[in-house]
Every structure is written in structure tokens, then in C-alpha cells.
């Protein structure tokens, strides 16, 4: 079953233009996580928040947490074409289990 | 980290029969998990494979269908039985260690049903 929903489901910006994407998530979490695929590929690790942190940084990535809103937002900041691909959030259950619920996914289009 | 090699990349396969994919890790890990990706939508958790033991399967996936080992710390298989169309998907393998909540992906297997 899916977390939540992700907003956009499809982004399209000019390069050098910032892009934000939006996740909610339904149960308590332990932290959350974002991934990028592209073009239909294997998933790479971005950045984690844990549940106790409200906002995260790494390079051109922010990342805030609202665990009130059980909500999450990444920002690319300064965009490139090379940025073009889907992203994912993740949330662990908090059993420690390893699995991950993904959220839908936002597409990312960044025009050169 | 962990280095995942993920086979066949895709593949293209008539209904009715069963296509085995393998996740070869390059070292031991905990925790080995098989995702499916239907066309355009997100990750769908299939099962858990335990190293040893029946795999545990998400509600909606059952044994039958997707059967799954796992010998060891570094291997695992999903078979995908008995085809359709609507198992074209992208299959993905993915480990996590204990302590660590970074998880690692392969490169998926694209499959085609027709």
C-alpha cells in the first residue's frame, strides 16, 4: 500500500530555477527518506531526516519535516538539465523493519 | 555502501510461462526486499526474502505467484509464475544492513508480458 501522496505528480522548470516537491505520509515514522529515479531505473539515496529533525541539508537539496502535518518537502535548489529524473519519498514503519512505503512519485522535467 | 547486480536488465516474455530474476549483492546484508514498479505508478513492496526461510509477503502477493529465495546473505530470486500482461513491470531487488536506514537498489529488471 502506498504512504501518501507526492505534488506535483509532474514538475517542469527552466535550469537554474528552483523545484519543490511535496510528500504526505498516513502512520508515525521513524524518518523519511528521498530517492531519484531515472528513466526507469535502479533508486539512489538523497537524503534522510529523522523524525526528531525539522529541516536537512546536502549540496543543492533541502529538506524539511512536519511530522505535525505528516508532511515533507525537497528543494532543488539551481536546478540542471542533468536534475531530470522522478523522486521518490520513503518512510520506514517504526518496527525497524527495513521496509520502505513509497510515496508517488513526482516527475521532474528540467529544460535547458 | 553496497554494490547490487541485478539480472536479466529486461527481458521480453510470452504469457503463460515464469521468468526468474536474480539480486547479487557484493557483500552480506540483513535485509533483502523485492519491489515491484507497475508502468508510471511508484514502488510496491512484493515480499521480504529471509535467508533461510519462506519469504513474507506483502498483502495483495502470495507464493504462488511470486515465489522467492534466498540461500544466503548475498543472493536472492524472485520468479514471476505464470505471466500476463499485467506483470509487466519494473522488479526491483533492494538490501538494507541493520542500523542503517539508507536502502540500496539494483538497477531493476524490465519485463515485458505479451
Known amino acids: 500500500s502506498q504512504q501518501g501522496e507526492e505534488d506535483p505528480q509532474a514538475l517542469s522548470i527552466q535550469e537554474g530555477e528552483n523545484a519543490t516537491m511535496n510528500c504526505s505520509y498516513k502512520?508515525?515514522?521513524?524518518?523519511l527518506q528521498w530517492y531519484r529515479q531515472n528513466s526507469g531505473r535502479g533508486l539512489v539515496h538523497l537524503i534522510l531526516?529523522?523524525?526528531?529533525?525539522r529541516e536537512k541539508h546536502s549540496g543543492r537539496l533541502r529538506v524539511t519535516l512536519d511530522t505535525s502535518k505528516k508532511s515533507s518537502s525537497l528543494l532543488i535548489t539551481a536546478s540542471r538539465a542533468a536534475d531530470t529524473a522522478s523522486y521518490f519519498c520513503?518512510?520506514?514503519?517504526?518496527?525497524?523493519?527495513?521496509?520502505?512505503?513509497f510515496g508517488q512519485g513526482t516527475t521532474l522535467q528540467v529544460k535547458p | 555502501s553496497a554494490v547490487i547486480s541485478q539480472k536479466p536488465s529486461r527481458d521480453i516474455c510470452q504469457r503463460g510461462t515464469s521468468l526468474t530474476i536474480q539480486c547479487q549483492v557484493d557483500?552480506?546484508?540483513?535485509?533483502m526486499f523485492w519491489y515491484r514498479q507497475q508502468p508510471g505508478q511508484s514502488l510496491t513492496l512484493i515480499a521480504t526474502?529471509?535467508?533461510?526461510?519462506?519469504?513474507?509477503?506483502e498483502s495483495g502477493f502470495v507464493i504462488d505467484k511470486f515465489p522467492i529465495s534466498r540461500p544466503n546473505l548475498t543472493f536472492s530470486t524472485l520468479t514471476v509464475s505464470n505471466m500476463s500482461p499485467e506483470d509487466s513491470s519494473i522488479y526491483l531487488c533492494?538490501?538494507?544492513?541493520?542500523?542503517?536506514?539508507?536502502?540500496?537498489f539494483g538497477q531493476g529488471t524490465r519485463l515485458t508480458v505479451v
Open positions: 520513503a518512510t520506514d514503519n517504526r518496527g525497524n523493519t527495513g521496509k520502505l512505503i
Open positions: 502512520t508515525s515514522i521513524n524518518n
Open positions: 533492494s538490501v538494507g544492513r541493520t542500523g542503517v536506514t539508507e536502502a540500496f
Open positions: 557483500s552480506q546484508v540483513t535485509m
Open positions: 526474502a529471509n535467508q533461510g526461510s519462506e519469504a513474507t509477503y
Open positions: 531526516i529523522r523524525s526528531n529533525e
